[in-house]
C-alpha cells in the first residue's frame, strides 16, 4: 500500500517481505491507518500455535495513550538511569561464540552508522533511550501472555510476531521488535491494562521508515546456512 508522501517500500512476495525486513529504528511521522493495522492483525490470527492455544495478547498505542507512556518511562529514566526491573532474562548471562559475537557485531555496525565510537558513552546512551520512544513510531503494540506459559506458547508468540512483520512489509509498513521494554515492566503495568497475571513480552514499533537515516541503512550479516542447518538426506 502506497500512502502519500511516503515511498512505496511493500514487498509483493513473501520472499520480498523476508528480504526487506529490518529492526527499523527511525519512522516518520506519517501515521498508520488504523484500519490497515486492524487487517494486519486479523490475518496474523493464522499463525501457527501448537495445540491451536494462540497464546499472544496485545496492546495497541497510538496517539495520546502511547505519548503517556513513553511519559512515565522517560520520568522514571530520569530519576535514576539504573532501576530497572525486567521479569526476565533478555539474553543468557552466560551466552556463548557464535551467539555473544552475532550479538555485539551488530551494535557495532549500527553505531558505527551512526558515528558513535565506543567511547562515546553519552551517545551511545542516548541512541540506546530511543528504544523508549519506540523509535518515534506512531504506534507501538506491546505483547502479553499469561504468567504461566511454558517455552513453546513463547514461541508462537515469535511466530506470530514473525506473521505480523512480513504482513506489515507488504503493506509498506516496517516495526522493530523491542525486548527493551520489558526492563520497565512495572511501570508499563501501571500505564497500560494489562492482566495482572500476565507477564510484559515485548514492544513491537510499527510506522514507516525514515528512508534517509543510516540506522535503517547499515548492513546486518547473518551466518551461512551451514552454521545453522545440517543436512542429514544419505545423498
Known sequence: MSVANTPDFSAATVSDALATRRSVRAFTPQPVPMDLLRDILEKAQRSPSGGNVQPWNAIVLAGQPLADLIAAVQARIAADPRDRDSEYDIYPKDLAEPYLARRFGVGEAMYAALNVPREDKI??????????????????????????????????????LQSIMLLLREAGLDSCAQEAWAVYASTIYKSVPIPTDNILFCGLAIGYRDPTDPVNNFPVDRAPLGESVQFLTGQ
Do not use: C, E, I, K
Open 123 to 160: 551517545g551511545r546512551l542516548m541512541q540506546f533511550a530511543r528504544n523508549f520512544r519506540a523509535f518515534d513510531a506512531p504506534v507501538l503494540m506491546l505483547v502479553h501472555t499469561p504468567r504461566y506459559m511454558g517455552p513453546p506458547q513463547w514461541s508462537d508468540m515469535g511466530m506470530w
